[in-house]
């Protein structure tokens, strides 16, 4: 097992001098994930070597999470230079794979989810940067960066980032003051804990933004089904639990719409750009679910410059095949 340097000093200085350390399945970063027992003892190292990873932002935005009672894993020793963090184990009851074992239980889960959204949202929202414009289209940028030259397609990119600032301006400013967005909130980052709570990971990229960037994360999951019934019926649990949101949920709705279109062209291009540039090809078979979601989204009527750009520039056959065919 290739273990990260300087391991065994870490563990020791923290208490873990003879523990057994079990390789775990990595993500679509440089980070990697240990198992670590002694005894009776359980946790979590995670590996995120320096100069490709910062563990700062992890800590940070975990820290802030636990200090506002949402239950992020509890930090027992940090290694900021070697980028070796020690934390807790959430166990192995990951919503997605549970999920598959457990399918009855959807709905529950589901809600169990949106609660604890709905509960970070009522917080103040972290010291974190802003999801602002630039960040968006930065974003946005990723479809025709990756995606449109894997494909072989030349497209209008100066019409494709004229669509996006007209559709994006409307929510700018009804993100403010906004909320912690963690980003990656979906199916295989949130945990199953006892007692139905909610173990929040992969959280280190967390914003201030828009409360349906988290929502869309989680309804519509690049790696896993939602139908479009669960979809409606947990953005409706989260409107009833939001002071107001029944009254402006056209207008949330349609900002959910927006993000969903601007996540989804995002994930788009990171999964080509996984395949391109790092290797990666198995995120390709993810693109089909991803772009049939976009093209729902594309359907709103508050993305018709973005739907127009999509029409005059992404040929027939590509749509047709939900972006799939790459490879």
């Given at each position: 097992m290739n273990v990260p340097a300087g391991i065994e000093e870490f563990l020791s200085r923290a208490g873990w001098p003879d523990a057994e350390m079990e390789p775990l399945a990595g993500d679509a970063s440089f980070r990697r994930y240990f198992r670590v027992r002694d005894g009776d003892r359980q946790a979590m190292l995670m590996d995120a070597p320096p100069p490709q990873e910062d563990t700062e932002p992890f800590l940070r935005v975990g820290h802030w999470l636990a200090e506002h009672g949402h239950r992020a894993p509890q930090i027992f020793a940090e290694d900021r230079q070697r980028g070796l963090i020690l934390l807790?184990?959430?166990?192995?009851?990951?919503?997605?794979?549970?999920?598959?074992?457990?399918?009855?239980?959807?709905?529950?889960?589901y809600g169990s989810a949106i609660d604890a959204l709905v509960k970070l949202h009522v917080s103040p929202p972290g010291p974190f940067d802003r999801y602002d414009m630039d960040a968006y289209q930065r974003e946005t940028w990723l479809f025709p960066e990756w995606y449109c030259p894997a494909a072989g397609i030349e497209v209008d990119t100066d019409a494709y980032v004229a669509a996006w600032q007209e559709v994006l301006a409307p929510l700018i400013e009804r993100q403010k003051p906004g909320v912690t967005v963690l980003r990656d909130y979906h199916a295989e980052n949130i945990m199953l804990l006892e007692g139905g709570e909610q173990g929040l990971i992969d959280f280190q990229d967390a914003l201030v933004g828009h409360p349906?960037?988290?929502?869309?994360?989680?309804?519509?999951?690049?790696?896993?089904?939602?139908?479009?019934?669960?979809?409606?019926?947990?953005?409706?649990?989260?409107?009833?639990?939001?002071?107001?949101?029944?009254?402006?949920?056209?207008?949330?709705q349609a900002d959910y719409a927006r993000l969903g279109a601007q996540r989804n062209a995002k994930i788009v291009g990171i999964f080509a750009r996984l395949w391109k540039r790092d290797g990666k090809p198995r995120y390709l078979a993810f693109i089909p679910r991803v772009w049939e979601a976009l093209e729902r989204d594309l359907a709103h009527p508050a993305l018709e410059p973005v739907a127009q750009w999509f029409d005059a520039n992404i040929p027939a056959e590509i749509r047709e095949r939900r972006g799939g065919g790459l490879g």
């Open positions: 807790e184990d959430f166990g192995q009851d990951r919503m997605r794979e549970w999920l598959e074992l457990n399918p009855e239980a959807e709905l529950a889960t349906a960037y988290d929502l869309v994360s989680l309804l519509q999951d690049a790696r896993r089904d939602v139908s479009p019934q669960l979809e409606r019926a947990m953005l409706g649990r989260y409107l009833a639990q939001i002071e107001g949101g029944s009254s402006d949920a056209a207008e949330f």
